[in-house]
Protein backbone atom coordinates (compact mmCIF):
# COMPACT_ATOMS: atom_id res chain seq x y z
CA UNK A 1 0.00 0.00 0.00
CA UNK A 2 1.06 3.31 -1.16
CA UNK A 3 0.30 6.74 0.49
CA UNK A 4 0.28 9.26 -1.91
CA UNK A 5 -0.92 12.97 -2.09
CA UNK A 6 -3.50 14.68 -4.08
CA UNK A 7 -3.36 18.59 -4.44
CA UNK A 8 -7.17 19.98 -3.24
CA UNK A 9 -8.12 23.16 -4.12
CA UNK A 10 -8.12 25.87 -0.63
CA UNK A 11 -11.21 27.13 1.16
CA UNK A 12 -10.95 30.21 -0.61
CA UNK A 13 -9.67 31.26 -4.14
CA UNK A 14 -9.03 34.36 -5.88
CA UNK A 15 -6.05 36.65 -6.64
CA UNK A 16 -6.82 39.40 -4.55
CA UNK A 17 -6.25 37.65 -1.69
CA UNK A 18 -4.23 39.55 1.34
CA UNK A 19 -1.25 38.81 2.75
CA UNK A 20 -0.78 36.80 5.90
CA UNK A 21 0.94 39.52 7.55
CA UNK A 22 -1.34 42.15 6.64
CA UNK A 23 -4.09 40.09 7.90
CA UNK A 24 -5.87 42.40 11.22
CA UNK A 25 -6.67 38.71 12.55
CA UNK A 26 -3.12 37.22 12.69
CA UNK A 27 -1.93 34.81 15.40
CA UNK A 28 0.38 37.11 17.54
CA UNK A 29 -2.73 40.22 17.13
CA UNK A 30 -5.23 37.65 18.70
CA UNK A 31 -2.55 36.42 20.92
CA UNK A 32 -2.30 39.75 22.61
CA UNK A 33 -5.90 40.66 22.89
CA UNK A 34 -6.35 40.55 26.92
CA UNK A 35 -8.99 38.52 29.15
CA UNK A 36 -11.75 40.51 30.15
CA UNK A 37 -13.12 39.75 33.59
CA UNK A 38 -16.67 39.47 33.42
CA UNK A 39 -17.90 40.53 36.63
CA UNK A 40 -15.45 42.06 39.89
CA UNK A 41 -12.18 43.21 39.15
CA UNK A 42 -8.70 41.24 39.16
CA UNK A 43 -7.84 42.24 43.03
CA UNK A 44 -11.10 40.64 44.04
CA UNK A 45 -10.54 37.59 41.68
CA UNK A 46 -7.06 37.25 43.25
CA UNK A 47 -8.51 37.41 46.88
CA UNK A 48 -10.82 34.63 45.67
CA UNK A 49 -8.16 32.56 44.01
CA UNK A 50 -6.24 33.16 47.64
CA UNK A 51 -9.14 31.87 49.69
CA UNK A 52 -9.41 28.94 47.64
CA UNK A 53 -5.89 27.92 48.54
CA UNK A 54 -4.52 28.82 44.73
CA UNK A 55 -6.40 25.56 44.06
CA UNK A 56 -8.99 25.95 41.64
CA UNK A 57 -10.40 25.44 38.19
CA UNK A 58 -11.43 27.70 35.39
CA UNK A 59 -14.36 26.39 33.35
CA UNK A 60 -15.53 27.25 29.91
CA UNK A 61 -16.43 25.56 26.68
CA UNK A 62 -13.94 25.55 23.66
CA UNK A 63 -12.64 29.03 22.99
CA UNK A 64 -14.32 30.73 25.50
CA UNK A 65 -10.67 32.14 26.59
CA UNK A 66 -9.79 29.83 29.45
CA UNK A 67 -6.22 29.66 28.14
CA UNK A 68 -5.64 33.53 27.68
CA UNK A 69 -7.06 33.89 31.62
CA UNK A 70 -4.47 31.33 32.21
CA UNK A 71 -1.54 33.30 31.02
CA UNK A 72 -3.52 36.43 32.02
CA UNK A 73 -3.01 34.91 35.91
CA UNK A 74 0.69 33.58 35.49
CA UNK A 75 1.24 37.30 34.53
CA UNK A 76 -0.20 38.73 37.99
CA UNK A 77 1.41 36.16 39.91
CA UNK A 78 4.62 36.98 37.69
CA UNK A 79 3.99 40.70 39.17
CA UNK A 80 3.24 39.52 42.89
CA UNK A 81 6.56 37.58 42.85
CA UNK A 82 4.26 34.55 43.58
CA UNK A 83 6.41 31.67 42.00
CA UNK A 84 4.46 29.72 39.38
CA UNK A 85 4.41 27.22 36.83
CA UNK A 86 2.45 26.61 33.28
CA UNK A 87 2.07 23.63 31.88
CA UNK A 88 0.42 23.22 28.39
CA UNK A 89 -0.58 19.68 27.70
CA UNK A 90 -0.27 18.61 24.06
CA UNK A 91 -4.10 17.38 22.72
CA UNK A 92 -2.44 14.74 20.65
CA UNK A 93 -0.29 12.87 22.46
CA UNK A 94 -1.09 10.33 26.20
CA UNK A 95 2.46 10.55 26.94
CA UNK A 96 2.08 13.61 29.59
CA UNK A 97 3.72 11.46 32.18
CA UNK A 98 6.91 12.98 32.33
CA UNK A 99 5.36 17.15 31.88
CA UNK A 100 3.19 15.80 34.86
CA UNK A 101 6.18 14.52 37.05
CA UNK A 102 8.13 18.01 36.57
CA UNK A 103 4.76 19.54 37.26
CA UNK A 104 4.88 17.78 40.72
CA UNK A 105 8.48 18.50 41.69
CA UNK A 106 7.74 22.28 40.85
CA UNK A 107 4.86 22.51 42.72
CA UNK A 108 7.12 20.60 45.51
CA UNK A 109 9.33 23.40 45.17
CA UNK A 110 6.86 26.39 46.03
CA UNK A 111 5.38 26.92 42.66
CA UNK A 112 1.79 27.51 41.56
CA UNK A 113 1.21 24.80 38.86
CA UNK A 114 -1.47 26.39 36.12
CA UNK A 115 -2.55 23.77 34.15
CA UNK A 116 -3.72 24.18 30.82
CA UNK A 117 -6.48 21.29 29.68
CA UNK A 118 -6.13 18.95 32.65
CA UNK A 119 -8.63 16.69 30.53
CA UNK A 120 -5.81 15.76 28.23
CA UNK A 121 -4.67 13.85 31.41
CA UNK A 122 -5.35 9.82 31.39
CA UNK A 123 -7.43 9.33 34.86
CA UNK A 124 -4.32 8.16 36.81
CA UNK A 125 -1.84 11.04 35.94
CA UNK A 126 -4.89 13.57 36.86
CA UNK A 127 -4.95 11.47 40.07
CA UNK A 128 -1.39 11.79 40.63
CA UNK A 129 -1.23 15.18 39.89
CA UNK A 130 -4.39 15.92 42.42
CA UNK A 131 -3.20 14.29 44.96
CA UNK A 132 0.56 14.72 44.86
CA UNK A 133 0.10 18.66 45.26
CA UNK A 134 -2.26 18.51 47.78
CA UNK A 135 0.35 19.64 49.78
CA UNK A 136 2.07 22.28 47.18
CA UNK A 137 1.42 25.70 46.64
CA UNK A 138 -1.57 25.67 44.54
CA UNK A 139 -2.77 23.72 41.31
CA UNK A 140 -4.85 26.00 38.56
CA UNK A 141 -6.35 23.95 35.77
CA UNK A 142 -8.76 24.87 32.88
CA UNK A 143 -11.38 22.32 32.10
CA UNK A 144 -14.70 21.97 29.72
CA UNK A 145 -16.21 20.86 32.99
CA UNK A 146 -16.34 20.85 36.56
CA UNK A 147 -13.54 18.45 37.96
CA UNK A 148 -12.46 17.85 41.72
CA UNK A 149 -11.08 21.10 42.09
CA UNK A 150 -14.04 24.23 43.19
CA UNK A 151 -14.55 26.47 40.54
CA UNK A 152 -12.61 30.06 40.10
CA UNK A 153 -13.96 31.34 36.96
CA UNK A 154 -16.14 29.95 34.90
CA UNK A 155 -15.48 31.87 31.36
CA UNK A 156 -18.58 32.70 28.91
CA UNK A 157 -18.57 34.21 25.63
CA UNK A 158 -21.35 36.83 24.54
CA UNK A 159 -21.71 38.92 21.21
CA UNK A 160 -21.17 41.68 23.27
CA UNK A 161 -17.67 39.97 24.20
CA UNK A 162 -17.14 39.32 20.31
CA UNK A 163 -17.74 42.89 19.50
CA UNK A 164 -15.37 44.14 22.48
CA UNK A 165 -12.69 41.99 21.03
CA UNK A 166 -13.10 44.01 17.55
CA UNK A 167 -12.88 47.18 18.87
CA UNK A 168 -9.45 45.85 20.44
CA UNK A 169 -8.23 44.69 17.27
CA UNK A 170 -9.50 48.10 15.63
CA UNK A 171 -11.96 45.97 13.10
CA UNK A 172 -15.22 48.62 14.25
CA UNK A 173 -16.30 48.61 10.54
CA UNK A 174 -19.83 47.75 10.01
CA UNK A 175 -19.88 44.77 7.86
CA UNK A 176 -16.87 43.26 9.67
CA UNK A 177 -18.42 43.38 12.83
CA UNK A 178 -21.73 41.27 10.96
CA UNK A 179 -19.47 38.85 9.45
CA UNK A 180 -17.93 38.17 12.62
CA UNK A 181 -21.15 38.08 14.40
CA UNK A 182 -21.87 35.60 12.06
CA UNK A 183 -19.02 33.56 12.38
CA UNK A 184 -19.38 33.47 16.10
CA UNK A 185 -22.47 32.10 15.77
CA UNK A 186 -21.68 29.56 13.64
CA UNK A 187 -19.04 28.30 15.91
CA UNK A 188 -21.94 28.26 18.85
CA UNK A 189 -19.67 30.79 21.16
CA UNK A 190 -16.44 29.69 20.27
CA UNK A 191 -14.38 33.20 20.05
CA UNK A 192 -11.08 31.45 18.75
CA UNK A 193 -13.14 29.63 16.11
CA UNK A 194 -14.49 32.63 15.15
CA UNK A 195 -11.70 34.78 14.88
CA UNK A 196 -10.42 32.20 12.47
CA UNK A 197 -13.19 32.40 10.38
CA UNK A 198 -12.53 36.18 10.00
CA UNK A 199 -9.05 35.54 9.51
CA UNK A 200 -10.02 33.52 6.29
CA UNK A 201 -12.38 36.02 5.01
CA UNK A 202 -9.38 38.88 5.41
CA UNK A 203 -7.44 36.84 3.82
CA UNK A 204 -9.35 36.00 0.68
CA UNK A 205 -9.65 39.73 0.04
CA UNK A 206 -13.38 39.87 0.85
CA UNK A 207 -12.45 43.33 3.12
CA UNK A 208 -9.69 44.75 1.22
CA UNK A 209 -11.80 47.75 0.40
CA UNK A 210 -12.37 48.82 4.01
CA UNK A 211 -8.99 48.23 4.48
CA UNK A 212 -7.76 50.58 1.92
CA UNK A 213 -9.73 53.40 3.14
CA UNK B 1 13.57 54.81 22.67
CA UNK B 2 15.54 52.49 20.20
CA UNK B 3 15.97 53.30 16.61
CA UNK B 4 17.01 50.50 13.67
CA UNK B 5 18.00 52.14 10.29
CA UNK B 6 19.61 50.41 7.64
CA UNK B 7 22.84 51.65 5.70
CA UNK B 8 21.83 54.16 1.99
CA UNK B 9 17.75 53.31 3.63
CA UNK B 10 18.27 49.92 1.87
CA UNK B 11 16.02 47.31 2.87
CA UNK B 12 15.99 44.75 0.14
CA UNK B 13 18.86 41.87 0.61
CA UNK B 14 20.08 38.97 -1.75
CA UNK B 15 21.70 36.24 -0.42
CA UNK B 16 25.11 36.99 0.58
CA UNK B 17 25.05 40.56 0.78
CA UNK B 18 26.06 42.71 3.48
CA UNK B 19 22.90 43.60 5.70
CA UNK B 20 24.58 46.99 7.85
CA UNK B 21 23.13 49.74 9.22
CA UNK B 22 23.02 51.26 12.95
CA UNK B 23 21.28 50.68 16.33
CA UNK B 24 20.45 54.06 18.50
CA UNK B 25 19.05 54.56 21.48
CA UNK B 26 17.87 56.79 24.31
CA UNK B 27 16.57 57.22 27.39
CA UNK B 28 17.50 53.46 28.36
CA UNK B 29 16.62 52.97 32.47
CA UNK B 30 19.29 52.55 34.54
CA UNK B 31 18.54 48.24 34.85
CA UNK B 32 19.19 48.06 31.26
CA UNK B 33 22.75 46.40 31.11
CA UNK B 34 23.09 44.87 28.02
CA UNK B 35 21.27 44.85 23.95
CA UNK B 36 20.88 42.01 21.50
CA UNK B 37 20.99 42.88 17.77
CA UNK B 38 20.09 40.03 16.40
CA UNK B 39 19.17 38.94 12.41
CA UNK B 40 16.17 36.61 12.92
CA UNK B 41 13.26 35.54 10.50
CA UNK B 42 10.08 34.81 12.08
CA UNK B 43 6.78 33.60 10.30
CA UNK B 44 2.89 35.80 11.24
CA UNK B 45 -0.62 34.62 10.21
CA UNK B 46 -3.20 32.11 11.16
CA UNK B 47 -1.10 29.61 13.21
CA UNK B 48 1.33 29.50 15.64
CA UNK B 49 4.77 32.15 15.03
CA UNK B 50 8.00 30.41 14.49
CA UNK B 51 11.25 32.46 15.25
CA UNK B 52 15.01 31.41 14.24
CA UNK B 53 17.51 34.01 15.05
CA UNK B 54 20.33 33.54 12.44
CA UNK B 55 23.16 35.82 13.59
CA UNK B 56 23.50 37.89 16.69
CA UNK B 57 25.48 41.01 18.40
CA UNK B 58 25.63 41.04 21.85
CA UNK B 59 26.65 44.66 23.66
CA UNK B 60 27.38 45.97 26.82
CA UNK B 61 25.59 48.85 27.46
CA UNK B 62 27.36 51.63 29.51
CA UNK B 63 25.12 54.86 28.81
CA UNK B 64 21.29 55.77 28.68
CA UNK B 65 22.24 57.37 24.91
CA UNK B 66 24.18 55.70 22.76
CA UNK B 67 24.83 54.14 18.74
CA UNK B 68 26.48 51.22 17.17
CA UNK B 69 26.62 49.95 14.26
CA UNK B 70 25.82 46.53 12.97
CA UNK B 71 27.05 44.35 10.11
CA UNK B 72 25.64 40.62 9.14
CA UNK B 73 25.85 38.59 5.72
CA UNK B 74 22.59 38.23 4.26
CA UNK B 75 22.16 34.13 4.45
CA UNK B 76 21.20 31.88 1.38
CA UNK B 77 17.61 30.97 2.74
CA UNK B 78 14.61 31.12 3.76
CA UNK B 79 13.70 34.04 1.24
CA UNK B 80 10.93 36.77 2.23
CA UNK B 81 7.32 35.19 1.49
CA UNK B 82 4.14 36.08 1.61
CA UNK B 83 0.67 33.67 1.02
CA UNK B 84 -3.16 34.16 2.62
CA UNK B 85 -2.07 31.92 5.35
CA UNK B 86 1.90 32.72 5.72
CA UNK B 87 3.75 34.99 5.73
CA UNK B 88 7.93 34.89 6.62
CA UNK B 89 9.48 38.36 7.24
CA UNK B 90 13.11 39.36 7.75
CA UNK B 91 13.62 41.75 10.06
CA UNK B 92 16.68 43.02 12.49
CA UNK B 93 16.24 42.75 16.44
CA UNK B 94 17.42 44.34 19.55
CA UNK B 95 16.72 42.90 22.83
CA UNK B 96 17.11 45.04 25.57
CA UNK B 97 17.91 43.05 28.63
CA UNK B 98 17.01 41.76 31.86
CA UNK B 99 13.93 43.35 30.80
CA UNK B 100 13.52 41.16 26.99
CA UNK B 101 12.10 44.24 25.57
CA UNK B 102 11.93 43.83 21.33
CA UNK B 103 12.26 46.05 18.73
CA UNK B 104 12.46 45.12 15.07
CA UNK B 105 12.61 46.23 11.67
CA UNK B 106 11.52 44.22 9.05
CA UNK B 107 13.80 43.76 5.59
CA UNK B 108 13.49 41.62 2.77
CA UNK B 109 15.80 38.62 1.17
CA UNK B 110 15.43 37.36 -1.85
CA UNK B 111 16.59 37.42 -5.05
CA UNK B 112 14.78 40.34 -6.89
CA UNK B 113 14.34 42.14 -4.10
CA UNK B 114 10.82 41.27 -3.34
CA UNK B 115 9.04 39.06 -1.30
CA UNK B 116 7.64 36.15 -3.03
CA UNK B 117 4.01 36.10 -3.41
CA UNK B 118 2.93 32.85 -2.85
CA UNK B 119 -0.38 32.52 -5.24
CA UNK B 120 -2.90 30.22 -5.80
CA UNK B 121 -0.77 27.50 -7.44
CA UNK B 122 1.68 27.17 -4.35
CA UNK B 123 -0.48 28.06 -1.33
CA UNK B 124 -3.74 27.55 -2.82
CA UNK B 125 -2.93 23.71 -2.95
CA UNK B 126 -3.14 22.09 0.04
CA UNK B 127 -1.79 17.82 0.05
CA UNK B 128 -4.18 15.40 0.80
CA UNK B 129 -3.08 12.21 1.57
CA UNK B 130 -4.88 9.58 -0.66
CA UNK B 131 -4.52 5.83 -0.74
CA UNK B 132 -2.93 3.70 -3.87
CA UNK B 133 -3.33 -0.15 -3.38
CA UNK B 134 -0.46 -1.09 -6.00
Redesign the interface.
Known sequence: ??????????P????N?????E?PV???RVNNIEFRLAEHDWQWQLNKLRSLKYRASILGHQGSGKTTLLYALAELLNRRSIANHHVSLPPQTTHHGALVQHAITRSENGAILLVDGIERLSFMSRWQLFRQTRRGAGLVVTAHRSCSLPTWIHCKTSPELMVSILEDLGLGDHRIRIAALRAFENSSGNVRNAL?DL??QF??GRFNDILSR | MITISFDDSTTHFRPGETVSGTVSWSGLGSETDRLDIRLLWYTEGKGDQDVEVVNSLPLTVTQPDGSTGFEFTAPTRPFSFSGKLISLIWAIEVVLFPGREGFREPMTLSMDGSEVKLEKSFEGEALKPSVRVS
Not at chain 1, 12 to 15: I, Q, R, T
Not at chain 1, 17 to 21: C, I, S, T
Open positions: MITTFDTVPAYGGAFLAARNKSDRYDAA
